[in-house]
């Protein structure tokens, strides 16, 4: 075999190069017995969204019997999909409920056996997730879209009430179905009234605010659970997120593409799917998946926002700022627009034009707003702090503080940057520790209070702070590079010398890594004395430059 089609299959898709499945599928073909390299074209068709050529890899490895139950399961899906019921019905048999497949089989075979009409074997499918105290919840809300679905209505009507009032509910689609059950009952007052009562909690969520525009309009209440196909895509988009809060990025993107497949109006399927996308460096996949919402969709002023960050996060500033003015243009009053112009411009060290754009966010500013009014103040604050304006910033962090009393954010910031002055100490240490409070695991906020006592010259309880910090934090270069300021001022020197070599190896920015190389060199003291005498001699070369100007004379580079 010629291995080089693998491993510039296996390159490529290590650098998001769309490339890839072609490679490995010309490699699979140039070694027909390995179901490895099948299945890796396999995933990787998953991943790039080629669902087609992704059906013909699974038939494949499924002819192979490779034992590949994700092949065998998107085979299912597909059947599902395109109506052919007793084929998918087929495919889910042989998948034994591990895993994963502990959820999707049951509730897939569920809807199969629904759309054939065989209303018992439907209920009785689900009956497994009921040993199952973590899945519970899901065979409920999924029992109540079945009854729904068999217009069984007042058995519908308990089983939603049973779902909702619940100790958890899986999302809130069970919402948005029930109020399309009720609409359909000829009950769109209920219906408005109990959105109007989720909406107390869930204040602003896209997705009940337009189920209550509808009902308002007299439109039909669109919900994924009215089709087998819809239903099932909801069980896919929870495993994605499941799988992204477990860190498993790959299989994340597979099943919030298998959602998508399924439900490809599914607009909070491809906002996640954009982001996880994104995280794995795959840009220009993440942008395309956003270019798919549609205008109408809920999810689309938010797609808008999110492609803006995704060029932010790819590094590209201006396009992000261009994504994010014509959005304004057309919708200046978004007061959730203006802020994350603000984010971005603040992300670029662009602080002044940060903070033109959360003043127009907070003159634009109202009770309904999905934007917090103190987290407004609280960036505004850091802009004006950032541009050295540090009255103005304190002002806007003490109304952050005014509207939020308890911001562990805000506390941190504005007592960590008293203390750096030398201002109000027993008040600023006092906020920090009540910051530390609020978030017990936040490396970072427990830097701040082990800084605080250091800057205070209680070098003994800031190393007490500072070690719990880096073990929070170990690759943060402040962090190790503050740990390592404590351990010298309290004499354990060696100790010291480690964590700054820690700090170095972690990449800081390059005025930090001079100190850093300084302090292994010379020690604290003389490397802070050394900077210091660089910033008066700097301070007065830019003293000359001004007298120079004044004097109409231009200052040398």
């Not at 069984?152 to 009032?165: F, G, H, P, R, T």
């Not at 070098?459 to 740990?483: G, I, K, Q, W």
Request: no cysteine; aromatic share 8%; net charge negative.
């Amino acid at each position: 075999m010629d291995f080089g089609n693998y491993v510039a299959g296996r390159f490529a898709h290590q650098i998001g190069d769309p490339r890839a499945a072609d490679f490995l599928l010309r490699a699979a073909d140039q070694d027909p017995q390995s179901t490895v390299i099948l299945s890796q074209a396999f995933l990787t068709l998953l991943t790039d969204g080629r669902f087609a050529d992704a059906v013909a890899a699974a038939k494949r490895l499924h002819a192979q019997g490779s034992g590949n139950t994700l092949a065998v399961l998107y085979l299912a899906l597909d059947a599902l999909k395109f109506e052919r019921y007793s084929q998918a019905q087929a495919y889910l048999e042989e998948l034994s409920a591990n895993g994963f497949e502990m959820l999707a089989v049951p509730i897939t075979q569920a809807w199969v056996q629904a759309a054939q009409g065989h209303r018992d074997a439907a209920l009785e499918a689900l009956s497994p997730l009921e040993a199952i105290p973590a899945l519970r919840p899901f065979g409920a809300t999924h029992r109540a879209f079945l009854l729904d679905y068999l217009r069984e209505d007042d058995a519908a009507q308990s089983a939603y009430l049973e779902a909702l009032q619940g100790a958890q509910i899986s999302s809130l689609q069970p919402v948005v179905s029930y109020a399309a059950f009720l609409q359909r009952l000829g009950r769109s007052d209920d219906a408005i009234a109990m959105l109007d009562e989720y909406l107390k909690a869930f204040r602003n969520n896209i997705f009940l605010l337009d189920a209550r525009d509808r009902l308002v309009a007299g439109k039909p209440v669109t919900h994924l659970a009215s089709t087998p196909a819809g239903a099932v895509s909801l069980v896919m988009f929870r495993a994605a997120g499941e799988l992204g809060r477990d860190d498993a990025p790959r299989p994340a993107i597979i099943y919030a593409r298998l959602a998508s497949y399924l439900s490809p109006d599914m607009g909070d399927a491809r906002l996640r799917l954009a982001a996880m996308l994104a995280d794995a460096d795959l840009y220009s996949a993440a942008l395309s998946e956003l270019r798919k919402i549609d205008e109408d969709a809920p999810e689309f002023d938010a797609a808008q926002l999110q492609a803006a960050w995704i060029h932010q996060q790819s590094g590209d500033y201006e396009e992000a700022i261009t994504v994010l003015l014509d959005y304004l243009s057309i919708h200046p009053e978004n007061v959730r627009g203006w802020a994350a112009l603000g984010d971005i411009h603040r992300s670029n060290e662009a602080y002044e034009k940060a903070v033109e754009a959360y003043q127009r966010a907070i003159n634009l500013h109202t009770a309904d707003s999905d934007v917090q009014a103190w987290f407004l103040h609280f960036t505004r604050g850091i802009g004006y702090e950032r541009m050295g304006d540090f009255d103005k910033a304190e002002a806007d962090l003490l109304k952050a503080l005014e509207l939020n009393p308890d911001q562990p954010q805000v506390l941190n910031y504005l007592g960590y940057s008293w203390i750096d002055r030398g201002l109000h100490l027993e008040r600023g240490t006092e906020m920090i520790e009540r910051a530390v409070e609020l978030r017990p695991n936040d490396g970072f906020i427990i830097d701040s209070l082990g800084w605080a006592y250091y800057l205070r010259g209680d070098y003994e309880e800031a190393v007490r702070h500072l070690e719990r910090a880096v073990l929070l934090e170990p690759s943060d270069p402040t962090l190790n590079d503050h740990l390592g300021d404590a351990y010298w001022k309290t004499g354990q020197r060696k100790d010291a010398r480690f964590q700054w070599t820690h700090a170095l190896a972690a990449d800081p920015d390059e005025e930090a890594r001079q100190l850093i190389i300084d302090k292994l060199e010379v020690g604290l003291e003389l490397a802070l004395t050394s900077q210091k005498d660089q910033m008066q001699a700097d301070k007065h070369m830019g003293q000359q430059d001004v007298a120079k100007i004044e004097d109409g004379q231009a200052p040398k580079p």
